[in-house]
Each structure stands twice: as structure tokens, then as C-alpha cells.
């Protein structure tokens, strides 16, 4: 039976509080196993001080034989061994034998308990009914007992006695008296927890409030705490322990730090004593007694402190389910502790810190790894990676120290230190021995032969960085990557090292870190030069020779490395291309000419600037440009439509890739995109059928977008393989010398051949060494075209006049065509526009640099037909210039001759007037044919002159006479000369036309007009009909005679007799003499015929009427315009005029002056009335219809009138239009025809006559404003 | 305070490092470059759990033997390294956020700074002067 053997107390989680048993023992063990299965089941509130969250908590209890020992004696401070209750079985019934026996043993029971001063004690009374019925006669009421015991040892403490009645029975009886009994044991446990841990709590927080007196001791002090950390943990509270440890630890880590700060505690001294053993942490035990009782005893080194702490707090936290904590909480440890030593100065054998770092950081994966399924470990490899990888960093370093790393194996030295080291790490813990992979065991092996360390470093450094992966923390893999390569490069195998360090570059540049970039590239450096890889070191040295992050000796050096190899014979070595980005960036291009577009044969020359990147000047062999050459789009058509393109400027700036230093950008944005054009023509007439742009790298940029693997740039070690294509052409330069920095080099480029030219790669030879770029870009082209022959014909100074003699200019591009001595232009001759031969005509012969080459005369020969122009012999591309004095012929007016045959066969088209929209001139276009010595096509081209007059005429009357006026307007900017006006008639021989201008020359300035009259005279009848030509000599003023030029205007009148006279009078009433305002007058209006019928005036318009008589009808319209006159009656009307001569018909018409003064008579109409014929209303010809238009409007404006006039009568006229228009529309109806100009003459045309006032009318109206 | 103080770009490239000169430089541009791991560890999982309201400062990256790493990060994704002497006991976790604030504030500064084309590196007198009062205290109190 457990509880009353004497064992040794074992420190383990089996520990339980002590409960003691005095009394009847077989009682006790006739009822142990059920109350200490029954204790712990039910969980109890457990209320605590200071404020402490309650917890529920399960009870256990150890039940010990009561012995008066284990009771704690004065000052004894261990908790463990604590009793925390103690109890008294009896199942006494029977009064004597209670008196005679169990109450004496219970009174010596209670004075032992009283001396040491436990109150945590309860009696409990079994009663049975067997023992009732066995004993009758003695028996007292059960109550009796229980009573008499609560009366002679509970005084007021009567739940200190409980009664368990028929333990044994399946009862609820018993059931009820068990739970009750169990209820009363962890209420009472709880309470002496609570009293006894509170007193313990107490006493120790007043020793540790004594740690600043002299002779406090923190190991003493840990000693008490942790006793109630044990009983924490005894009591299942884990979280309570933890604390007490975490305490422990603060407290401590903070007297370091005070140490630190110059605060020293007596104390500490033992823990700065050398470290004599390194032995790593220990986990595999719950509680290190060794280490423990170093503490206790105060000879713990401050590792054994750290060690004895961590695996506690570590067995704690594993029993809390928080094994991730502990390898955090490993880590922090490590590295504090190696702070700490260094802080307190305590000195330790050189890597015996990596030994214990090396031993604890495996204890604490193993560990770990005891109690975590795989699953578990891999899914948290985050938490133990850092561990991994501390010692992997450890076993280098120790590796490193003991020369196993070395290519040469360790020194006698070497081994003396690993002896030393080994000999720190003490002997093997017996829970390892068994264990073939302790750490112990491995690092013992590591440090025991090269070969063996090279296994396990290996096996740490792969295992740290397969875990890294896995978490995704690449770059920390990386670093881990570069220390092995590292260590592969001590090993002498720098191809294992230049894997991991490629892969570690590739990070760095992708990213942009510069100085990594560089320190890693020179390692790479090294292993390409071991393995001989000379290319690629090649590679490599350029960049690091232009890498700024290097000092200029170490640049120096790797340029040298690359001329050395340069400098090597052909048969020593191969030719190494390298990208040409390392070497020498191109910053730029610039064509000469601009335009980047020649003719072909012509000098081209391209300016390129080279940023050497090279820290010394280095000479080169050849510089050369491949060139594609492209004839697709050469430029055959003529420069009007092809020539140079405005989107290839002369100058192309590159953009700048930065081979080291460059912040990302360059490679974030992947290579730039390489775009062309294309257009798709349709093959029949030349249309476009859809146009687009391409990118001609697409591989390169999808590539980038897919993975995310840094771009080709030229930050990659080893470059894309360089292509050479070799395309024939080439821009060549030998010999040149680069300067660091900005360099200007000048190459000719070829153009023999029409067509597009692209430069495609730059190469610079150095020797045995070529750089390449192997794409330039953006895309830089330059264009060799070939043009024909073309001929052009401007104006000398616009606009070209008509009538007078024009320079225009010839210009002749000859583009391909050699111009030879003998070769002419044959101009065809027109009558319009006849070329005048000039003495002297020189030609200009310019270089298409618009440089004059130089200047001949011209032999210009004319014939009838055509007139021919020798050229002088001119080169290709050249311009021919000269001038040629034209006249263009202004057309007479309306005759029009048949067209006429050009020499060439041609139908010759008739230049045609017409309005220009600039210019108020009417415009001619004169179209020249030219024969071509290049071609057997006749060259048409236009000109375009101005006629400088506009011409009107007019027929003036005076009565009978006739006069005719021509008005000459000059619309030109020039001012002009004016003689010789003349007007001739061309049909009457009778007829004069007598000038009745005065001066035979006259100014006509610009935007101004002449008048010239002329007074017609006939001797027998004037003819109806006049046939006119006007004639006058002009030319520029201030010129001799002999640059007169004619100008000639045609015109025809017709209806020139005068037909009617028609003269008003204005009456005054009877009584007065004058007309008065306001008062009616009579307006007489006498019509007259003047002459006899002509013939084709009476078939025209005239009636017989019944009487034989031969009659016309007129209309006549007193209409007053301007609101003078008030038409009282009717204003218009009908007259049948006889058709006779002197025939004359008066009209009486009352008008009313509305004002006073001199006022201009009515107007009055007299219009030709043609009453409707059938002959009309069948033919309803637009004319008629015009007319009756032209009626309704005289008619509204009638109306408009009207309004004003107060008195109005609407006349016959408004009534006959308006009715027949609404009535007989389309039908046959009476028109109304104007006469001809000089048909009617008024002899009262501006005649006035003088109104008074009305008499009383004196009122003045003044209006001041 | 600060061995080394790096402001780094949101592709991670830097955009500024600078460690006290008597201490070789590019080991603390790997350990910089390596903490980037755990920069964007924290981001990513701050980002699941908090969206947008999340802290800009990122606490302890990882300990070395040597050197405690800070992170913060901005809402730009720009990140702020600094790295502090594991001997440098006196430097609490408050000392480091304001560090990091005052950074944060002295590199809105640069960014307002209309000649100052953002992704470029960072050459400003006064961000330099920040990091410099930063990394003098050390000197002082070290």
C-alpha cells in the first residue's frame, strides 16, 4: 500500500499534496481506492488572493500513515513535503471503547498536530449498520458518538467531524454520505492550499524584498520560489509554475543588466567564474537535480543557471502544449546567454560558446521533435529553422577553428583546441548514451575528422535551407546558400560554390542591392577563374572592373585580367564574345545629315557616343555596326511622297540600363518592347487595307511576365549567348581608343543602295576579346533613296497677272538623272500664254545642300510650235533653277473658238476663267506641257494668273440720246497706266460713237475704277441691237509706251431706242400757288409714245383692237417711297397706248404732301402690261412665272409701304395679281414686263417741288437730348 | 541606437542604407537584404487576418547573435529596417517606434518633396541628418 511505504520523494509530475491518516488504518485501507478515485473526479472552485483569477482545479491527494516526522518543523520552508490535511479515521461505535481507546489516541493525535501549529485537520466517523448489529447492547445512537466527538474536539468547528455512513453499500444512502464526505476533503484541502501557499507566498516575497541587503542570495532565494512553482505544478497548475520561473529569470537577467550598468551583487560572483563545461542544455530529464543542487549548493556557472532554468521552463511549456514557444524561447536564450557572458566578462575557452550553442540548439530540436508527430514538425518549420540555422553558423565557426575546413586538414594547434573543447563538453548524459544521434554524439563526431565534419555541416546547412524553402523565406536559404558555397570555396570546389552563389546573385539583382551584387560577383569571380571558365570570368571581370563599388585598384585589376586575355595570341586561346552592356553602354546616335535620309551614293555619316565603363582607357581594334539592309520599303517613289520619314529623328537618345548599381527598375519593367509598324497594301491599287504594330521581342517579354526569374539584362553573370549575325553590311572604324567615361565616335555609313537601313549590333574587338550588344535599340534606321527626275514651274511673286508679262520660276530636281549637255525641255506653245524670248536667262545649279555649284546661260530656242530650253549638263541630285518670262492672254469676254490641236496632239484646254475665293481677281489657269529629255511623257503643269480689271458697262438716255459708259475697275494691288480707251461698234457702219473722254492717259490705282462715255450717234434709225467692243492699252504706271498691253471687253446692248417719255406735273389746289402740306394736289402724268412700231415690236406685244387700231398696253404705278406723298385714289392703272408716234395719254392722280419743303416727286413706273394669251397659257414658260414672282413682290412691297401711307387705296394691279394667283395657278394669266433700260426716259425723274406748310401749323416740335 | 538604418523600396530594392561606418557594411546589407523574408512574412499574414487596419510596425524581425532587426512598414509597402547592437540593452520597444516614427515622418518629408521622384534613392540632406541623430546617440551611450 502506497501511503504507508517510506519512499524517497522523487521530484516528478507524480507528485500529490500530502494528506496524512491517523486511526484505524484498516478502516482507511478498506475504503483508500475509492476515495482516491473519487477525489480528483469532480473539479473545485479555487478562489485565490491578490486578486488572482479563480480556477477550477481537480484534486488529487497522496495519502500518507500520520507520523509525527512529517510533520514540517520550524523554519523548514519545503513545501512539497508539506501535509496539507490531516485526517482521523474511526468507526467507533461503541461508547466504551471510544472512551477507553480512540479517544485518547485522537486527544495525542490533536496535541502533536496543535505543537506544530497545522489547524488543517478533519475527523471522519465510519459507520456501518454490521457494526450496529453486531454489538447491540452496546450501542448508542450513531449520533451519540459523532456527538461526543465534535463536543471534546470541534468546539465550533463542527464540520471538522463528518460521518461516512455504509461506505461500502451501493446505496444512495452511501452515495450521498460519500459525496458530502469528498465535498467537506477538497473544501478543506483548498482552504490549507490557500492558507498555507499564502503564508509561503508571503514569507517569500518579504525575502525577496530583502535582495538588496548584503547577504541576500539569489540562489537561496530560487530555491523558495521554486518549491512554489513545484507545487504549482503539483497541483497541475502549469501556468502558475511557469510564472514563478519567468520571475526568476527576469530577476536574474536584470542583476546582469545592472552588472552590466556597473551594479554589482555579491552574489553573481560565482556565476563569473570561467566556464569550465559546456555540455548544452539538458531536456530529457523533468528536473535536473545535478544542476539544482549546484544552484542550491551556489556553485552554478551562469550556464548551469540558464540551462537549469530553461529546461524547466521548457518541460513546462511542453506540458502546456506550447512547443513552438520553447524553440522561440531557446533562441532568445542562446543569444542571451552569449550577451550575458560577454556582458559580465566572464572568460570562456574560444568556441566553447559554440559547442553549448551547437549542444543546446540540437537538445532543444530533439526535444521538440520527442513530442511533435513529423506532420506537426514540418508544418512549423518556421519555429525551429532559426535553430537549424544557428547551428549550422556554430558548427562552421568551430569548424573553422579547429581547421577542419581547410583544404589542408587541421594543425597540431588546431587538434590541441579541439582536445580542449571536447574536454569542456564532460562526459556523455546516461539518457543519451544509448541514443546513436545525441548531439553530443555528433558534434564529438564532427570535431573529429575532417571528413566527418564536412557530413554533418552538410547535412545542418541543407537541412536549414530545405526549411527555409519550404517557408518561403528564399533569401534567408540564399544567405545560408552562400556561406556553404563558402565553405565549398575553403574546400577547394568552387564548382559547388558557384551554383549556390549564381543563385544567391540572381536574388540580389533582381533586387537591386548593389553591394551584395558586387562581394558576391567577386566570389563568382574566383571560382570561374579555378575552373577556368574564361568566358564567363571574362564576362564577369567587365563587370566587376566597371562596378563603382569597387575601389578603382581592384577595377583596375579586373580590366586588366580582360586585356591580358585580349592580348594573347590567336592559337593560345579562342575568341571570348562578351555582352557589350558590361564594357560600354551606347548613350546615343546622331545621324549627319539630320534627317537621317540620303540619296543614294550620297555621305551618310552616324556619330555614336560610348559611355566606357572601364576604369582604364582601353584601345580598340574595330568598332563596328551591322546593318540590315531592307529593300521593301526603299525609298524608290519620288521624295514628294516617300522621302525622309518624321519619325526617325536624327538623334536617338538609348536609355540607360545600369549593369550593377541600378535600382530595380530596369529589370522590373523587362526588356523594352521592340515595336515596328506594319501596313498591308492591297496589291492592285496600291490601298490600304489595314495598317497595325508588331512587337518583334515578344518571346523575350512574355517570358519575363510568365516567371518570375530576373530578365536578361546585363546584370545576369552569364549573358544570353551572343549571336553574331552578320548581315553583310557594316559601319565600320579601326583603331580606336576609349576613354573612361563619354566617347565620340564617327562612322560612315554605306549607301549605295536605295532602301531602309537598320543598324543591328555593335561589336568592339579588343583583341581576342569581341563585345557584342546584341540588339540596339530603339530601332535606329537611316534611309538611301533614289528619286526621279522632277520639274516644277512656281511663280516668281504671286499672283501672277494676266495680261502683262510674269516671271515663273523653273525648277528642275534631277534626282537620278544625269542632266547631259544638249538635253532640252520643249515647252509647247499656246496662243493663250505665249513664253517671250529674253536675252539673257541664266540657270542655277544647286548641290542638295542648297550650296550653289554653279550658274550657265541659257540657249532658249523658239519655233511656231514650240519653244526649247538647252539645259546645262548638271550631276545627279541637284537642283536647276532658272526663270522664264511668260504672258498670259486675257480672254476678250464671250467668243469662244473651237478647240484647237497642241502640237503634242493634245486637245488643248481652254483656260477657263473662273472666281477664285482669295482673291476678288477672276482666276486663269494656263496649263504647260513639257517634253522631258528622261522621259517620253509629256510633263503637264498648271499655272494660275488673275485678271487685274473687272469691266461693267452701262446705257445712259437723255431723252432720245443715247450714251454709253464703261467702267474699268481695277482689282489688282498694282497701280496701272491707262491709254488709248477706245469703243468701236461692229456691225452699223452708220453709227458713231463720239468719245467724250478728255484725257488719253489716265492712273488707275489699285482697288480703284475709271469711267469712260462714250454718246452714240446714228444717222438713220438706232439699231435695236449693239455689238461692242472696248479697247484700252495698259501697263504698269511709269513705263515706256512699248510695254502697253491691250485689254479688250466685249459687250452687246440691246433695246436701246427709247420707246416712251414720261413726265409729271404737280398741280396745286385751284386756289393756291403752292402745294401745301396736308392739303390735296393733283399729280398729272403724261405718257408719250416717241417713235413708230418696229417690226418686231408690234408682233411681240401689241393687239389689234376691234376699231383696227394698233395699241399697247402699259401700266403705270405712282409709288412714293419714301413717305412724302400720300396716293389718295387709285396709284396705279392701265393705259392702251396707241402704237403711233407722239401718241400721248394723261393721268390724273390726287397725292397728299405729308411734309413741308422741297419734296422729290413720286416715283412712277411704267411697265409693259401683256394681257394672257393662249399662246402663253400653254407655254407657261419660267419666265412668266418669274414674273408674277417678281409681280407678289412688288406687291409686298406695296404693302410695306402701305403701313405707313394713312390713305390707301388698293389699285387694280393688287387685285389682278393677287386674284389671278390664287385663282388660276399655272393657268395662262396677264404678266407685267419691265422695260429695258433705255426704253422709258423720265423726264420728272429728281424733279422736286416746293410744299409750304399748313397754315396754322407753327408748332415746332425740338427735341433736346 | 541604430547600427544601421535602410529604407526599402516596395519592390525591395534599397532605397537608403546606412550603418555606422566602423562596422563593415555589407554584412549588414545581407542581414537587411535577409530580413525581407520576414517583412514580408508578417505583412502577409497581418494582411489576412487584419486588412486594413493593420500596425505599420512590424516589431522584432529576428535576433542574431549580434544584432536585433527591427521592421516597419508603410502603407506604401515601404519598408523601414533597423538594426540594433544586441548589447544595447537600454533600447525598449517603445524607443524603437518612435525611431521608426520619426523615420517614417522625416521620409514623408522626402516623398513631399516635389524634386524627389519616388523610387529614386533617397539623397535628401535632412532624412540624412535624421538617420544620423539616430545612429549618434548610439555613439554617446555605447
Not at chain 1, 51 to 79: D, S, T, W
Not at chain 1, 1061 to 1076: D, K, M, N, Y
Not at chain 1, 1193 to 1208: C, F
Request: a negative charge.
Amino acid at each position: 500500500m502506497e501511503c504507508q511505504e517510506e519512499k524517497p520523494i522523487i521530484y516528478t509530475m507524480e507528485n500529490k499534496p500530502i494528506v496524512t491518516c491517523a486511526g484505524d488504518q484498516g478502516l482507511f485501507t478498506s475504503l483508500y481506492t475509492s476515495l482516491a478515485q473519487q477525489l480528483p473526479r469532480e473539479p473545485m472552485e479555487w478562489r485565490r488572493t491578490y486578486g488572482r483569477a479563480p480556477k477550477m482545479i481537480h484534486l488529487e491527494a497522496n495519502f500518507v500513515q500520520f507520523k509525527e516526522e512529517l510533520l514540517p518543523k520550524e523554519g523548514n520552508k519545503a513545501l512539497l513535503t508539506f501535509p496539507f490535511l490531516h485526517i482521523y479515521w474511526t468507526d467507533c461505535c461503541d461508547t466504551e471503547a471510544y472512551k477507553s481507546a480512540v479517544k485518547e489516541d485522537m486527544t495525542r493525535w490533536q496535541s502533536s498536530l496543535r505543537t506544530h501549529g497545522s489547524a488543517d485537520w478533519v475527523i471522519i466517523v465510519v459507520e456501518t449498520n454490521d457494526t450496529k448489529k453486531k454489538n447491540k447492547t452496546n450501542i448508542l445512537p450513531r449520533s451519540s458518538i459523532v456527538d461526543k466527538i465534535r463536543s471534546d474536539f470541534c468546539n465550533k468547528q463542527n464540520d471538522r467531524c463528518v460521518v461516512l455512513s455504509d461506505p461500502l453499500k451501493d446505496s444512495s444512502r452511501s452515495q450521498e454520505s460519500w459525496n458530502s464526505l469528498l465535498l467537506k476533503l477538497r473544501t478543506l484541502l483548498l482552504m490549507s492550499f490557500t492558507k498555507n501557499l499564502g503564508r509561503f507566498e508571503d514569507d517569500m516575497r518579504t525575502l525577496r524584498e530583502k535582495r538588496t541587503q548584503p547577504g541576500w542570495s539569489f540562489c537561496e532565494y530560487f530555491m523558495v520560489q521554486e518549491e512554489l512553482a513545484f507545487v504549482f505544478e503539483m497541483l497541475q497548475q502549469f501556468e502558475d509554475a511557469l510564472v514563478q520561473y519567468d520571475e526568476l529569470d527576469a530577476l536574474f537577467t536584470q542583476y546582469v543588466l545592472n552588472f552590466g550598468a556597473g551594479d554589482t551583487a555579491n552574489w553573481l560572483g560565482s556565476f563569473c567564474a570561467p566556464v569550465r563545461s559546456w555540455s548544452g542544455l539538458l531536456l530529457r530529464r523533468p528536473i535536473d537535480m545535478e544542476k539544482r543542487d549546484g544552484i542550491q549548493r551556489g556553485e552554478a556557472s551562469l550556464l548551469d543557471l540558464r540551462s537549469y532554468l530553461f529546461s524547466r521552463q521548457c518541460t513546462l511549456l511542453i506540458f502546456l502544449l506550447r512547443p513552438w514557444e520553447v524553440t522561440q524561447r531557446a533562441l532568445e536564450l542562446l543569444h542571451n546567454c552569449v550577451q550575458e557572458l560577454r556582458l559580465l566578462e566572464v572568460s570562456v575557452l574560444e568556441g566553447a560558446l559554440d559547442c553549448w550553442v551547437f549542444l543546446s540548439c540540437l537538445e532543444v530540436l530533439h526535444r521538440i521533435e520527442g513530442c511533435c508527430d513529423p506532420a506537426q514538425l514540418a508544418a512549423n518549420c518556421s519555429h525551429t529553422v532559426g535553430l537549424w540555422a544557428y547551428a549550422t553558423d556554430k558548427l562552421k565557426s568551430l569548424g573553422e577553428l579547429c581547421g577542419l575546413v581547410s583544404e589542408k586538414g587541421p594543425t597540431s594547434e588546431d587538434l590541441n583546441r579541439t582536445v580542449d573543447l571536447l574536454a569542456g563538453l564532460g562526459d556523455e548524459r546516461p539518457e543519451t548514451v544509448s541514443s546513436l544521434q545525441s548531439p553530443y554524439k555528433k558534434l564529438k563526431e564532427a570535431l573529429s575528422s575532417v571528413e566527418a565534419f564536412e557530413r554533418h555541416y552538410l547535412e545542418l546547412s541543407h537541412a536549414a535551407m530545405e526549411m527555409y524553402r519550404a517557408i518561403g523565406r528564399l533569401r534567408s536559404a540564399r544567405l545560408v546558400g552562400k556561406s556553404l558555397a563558402e565553405f565549398y570555396m575553403r574546400k577547394g570546389d568552387p564548382e559547388r560554390a558557384e551554383t549556390f552563389l549564381q543563385e544567391a546573385l540572381k536574388s540580389y539583382t533582381s533586387e537591386g542591392w548593389s553591394l551584395p551584387v558586387t562581394h558576391t560577383r567577386k566570389q563568382i569571380a574566383e571560382c570561374q577563374k579555378l575552373l577556368g571558365r574564361t568566358e564567363d570570368y571574362l564576362q564577369t571581370s567587365a563587370l566587376l572592373a566597371g562596378d563603382v563599388n569597387l575601389t578603382t585598384e581592384e577595377r583596375k585589376h579586373f580590366c586588366q585580367e580582360i586585356l591580358t586575355f585580349a592580348g594573347k595570341s590567336e592559337d593560345q586561346s579562342p575568341k571570348a564574345t562578351l555582352s557589350m552592356a558590361v564594357f560600354a553602354q551606347l548613350t546615343r546616335l546622331q545621324f549627319r545629315p539630320a534627317t537621317a535620309s540620303v540619296h543614294s551614293g550620297a555621305v551618310l555619316q552616324a556619330e555614336l557616343t560610348l559611355r566606357c565603363l572601364m576604369p582604364v582607357s582601353v584601345h580598340i581594334q574595330q568598332l563596328a555596326v551591322s546593318v540590315h539592309f531592307d529593300l521593301e520599303r526603299a525609298g524608290t517613289n519620288g521624295r514628294s511622297k516617300g522621302a525622309p520619314r518624321q519619325t526617325n529623328p536624327g538623334t536617338v537618345e538609348f536609355s540607360q540600363a545600369h549593369p550593377s548599381a541600378g535600382p530595380a527598375s530596369s529589370s522590373a519593367a523587362g526588356p523594352p518592347l521592340e515595336l515596328d509598324e506594319i501596313e498591308d497594301r492591297s496589291p492592285t491599287d496600291n490601298s490600304l487595307n489595314s495598317t497595325g504594330v508588331v512587337c518583334k521581342n515578344t518571346h523575350l517579354v512574355m517570358r519575363c511576365h510568365d516567371s518570375a526569374s530576373p530578365p536578361d539584362t546585363p546584370n545576369c553573370v552569364s549573358p544570353p549567348s551572343v549571336t553574331v549575325k552578320d548581315d553583310g553590311q557594316m559601319l565600320k572604324v579601326q583603331d580606336v581608343t576609349l576613354e573612361p567615361g563619354n566617347n565620340s565616335i564617327v562612322f560612315t555609313a554605306p549607301s549605295g543602295q536605295p532602301g531602309t537601313y537598320t543598324l543591328r549590333q555593335l561589336y568592339a574587338t579588343v583583341g581576342q576579346v569581341q563585345f557584342v550588344l546584341p540588339h540596339i535599340y530603339p530601332s535606329v534606321q537611316y534611309e538611301v533613296y533614289s528619286q526621279e527626275p522632277q520639274l516644277t514651274v512656281e511663280p516668281l511673286s504671286e499672283p501672277l497677272l494676266a495680261g502683262l508679262p510674269q516671271m515663273v520660276k523653273f525648277t528642275l530636281l534631277t534626282g537620278h538623272y544625269a542632266v547631259k549637255k544638249g538635253d532640252a525641255l520643249q515647252l509647247s506653245n499656246t496662243d493663250t500664254m505665249p513664253v517671250l524670248p529674253s536675252a539673257s536667262c541664266t540657270a542655277r545649279i544647286n548641290s542638295p545642300a542648297a550650296e550653289l555649284v554653279g550658274e550657265s546661260s541659257l540657249f532658249i530656242q523658239s519655233s511656231e510650235k514650240v519653244t526649247s530650253i538647252s539645259l546645262p549638263a548638271t550631276p545627279p541630285y541637284h537642283t536647276l533653277e532658272f526663270h522664264l518670262e511668260v504672258l498670259c492672254v486675257i480672254p476678250h469676254g464671250c467668243d469662244r473658238p473651237a478647240n484647237e490641236r497642241l502640237t503634242n496632239g493634245e486637245v488643248r484646254h481652254r483656260p477657263r476663267s473662273y472666281s477664285h475665293p482669295d482673291t476678288p481677281m477672276t482666276a486663269i489657269d494656263q496649263r504647260m506641257s513639257i517634253d522631258c529629255p528622261w522621259s517620253i511623257y509629256s510633263t503637264l503643269l498648271a499655272l494660275t494668273f488673275y485678271i487685274p480689271f473687272k469691266t461693267k458697262h452701262t446705257l445712259l438716255s437723255a431723252g432720245n440720246r443715247k450714251y454709253i459708259q464703261v467702267c474699268v475697275q481695277n482689282m489688282s494691288d498694282v497701280n496701272f497706266t491707262l491709254a488709248e480707251v477706245q469703243l468701236a461698234e461692229k456691225q452699223q457702219a452708220t453709227l458713231e460713237l463720239q468719245s467724250l473722254n478728255t484725257k488719253t492717259q489716265q492712273l488707275l490705282c489699285s482697288k480703284h475704277s475709271v469711267f469712260c462715255l462714250w454718246e452714240v450717234r446714228w444717222k438713220d434709225d438706232l439699231p435695236s441691237c449693239l455689238q461692242c467692243i472696248f479697247s484700252a492699252n495698259f501697263s504698269p504706271p511709269k513705263q515706256d509706251v512699248s510695254t502697253f498691253k491691250p485689254f479688250h471687253y466685249q459687250f452687246q446692248l440691246e433695246r436701246v431706242t427709247t420707246l416712251y417719255s414720261v413726265r409729271a406735273e404737280i398741280l396745286p389746289p385751284a386756289s393756291e400757288q403752292h402745294c401745301r402740306s396736308g392739303f390735296l394736289c393733283g399729280l398729272e402724268v403724261c405718257i408719250t409714245r416717241l417713235t413708230e412700231p418696229t417690226e418686231g415690236e408690234a408682233a411681240e406685244d401689241s393687239k389689234t383692237d376691234a376699231d383696227g387700231l394698233k395699241t399697247t398696253k402699259l401700266m403705270y404705278e405712282v409709288a412714293d417711297s419714301s413717305s412724302n406723298w400720300a396716293v389718295c385714289g387709285k396709284s396705279s392703272g392701265m393705259v392702251s397706248m396707241p402704237m403711233a408716234a407722239d401718241a400721248t395719254h394723261k393721268v390724273q392722280i390726287e397725292v397728299m404732301p405729308l411734309f413741308a419743303g422741297h419734296l422729290p416727286f413720286p416715283k412712277i413706273k411704267v411697265l409693259k402690261y401683256l394681257p394672257h394669251t393662249a399662246a402663253v397659257a400653254i407655254q407657261p414658260d419660267p419666265d412668266s412665272c418669274v414674273e408674277n414672282d417678281s409681280l407678289s413682290l412688288l406687291d409686298k412691297v406695296l404693302d410695306d409701304q402701305g403701313d405707313t401711307a394713312s390713305i390707301r387705296s388698293r389699285g387694280s394691279v393688287h387685285s389682278v395679281g393677287s386674284g389671278d394667283q390664287q385663282q388660276q395657278k399655272g393657268v395662262a394669266m396677264p404678266r407685267l414686263e419691265p422695260f429695258a433700260a433705255g426704253q422709258v426716259f423720265n423726264h420728272s425723274h429728281t424733279q422736286q417741288v416746293l410744299v409750304l406748310p399748313a397754315t396754322d401749323d407753327h408748332i415746332m416740335e425740338v427735341n433736346a437730348t | 541606437m541604430a547600427v544601421c538604418i535602410a529604407v526599402i523600396a516596395k519592390e525591395n530594392y534599397p532605397l537608403y542604407i546606412r550603418s555606422v561606418p566602423t562596422q563593415n557594411e555589407l554584412k549588414f546589407h545581407y542581414t537587411v537584404h535577409t530580413s525581407l523574408d520576414v517583412v514580408e512574412e508578417k505583412i502577409s499574414a497581418v494582411g489576412k487576418s487584419l486588412g486594413d487596419q493593420r500596425e505599420l510596425y512590424l516589431g522584432l524581425l529576428y535576433p542574431t547573435e549580434d544584432y536585433k532587426v527591427y521592421g516597419y512598414v508603410t502603407n506604401s509597402k515601404v519598408k523601414f529596417v533597423i538594426v540594433v547592437d544586441s548589447s544595447n540593452t537600454s533600447l525598449r520597444d517603445n524607443e524603437i517606434r518612435s525611431m521608426f516614427r520619426k523615420l517614417h515622418n522625416s521620409f514623408t518629408d522626402v516623398m513631399c518633396n516635389p524634386f524627389h521622384s519616388p523610387g529614386n534613392t533617397i539623397q535628401s540632406k535632412a532624412f540624412d541628418g535624421i538617420v544620423s541623430g539616430m545612429m549618434v546617440q548610439t555613439a554617446s551611450t555605447v
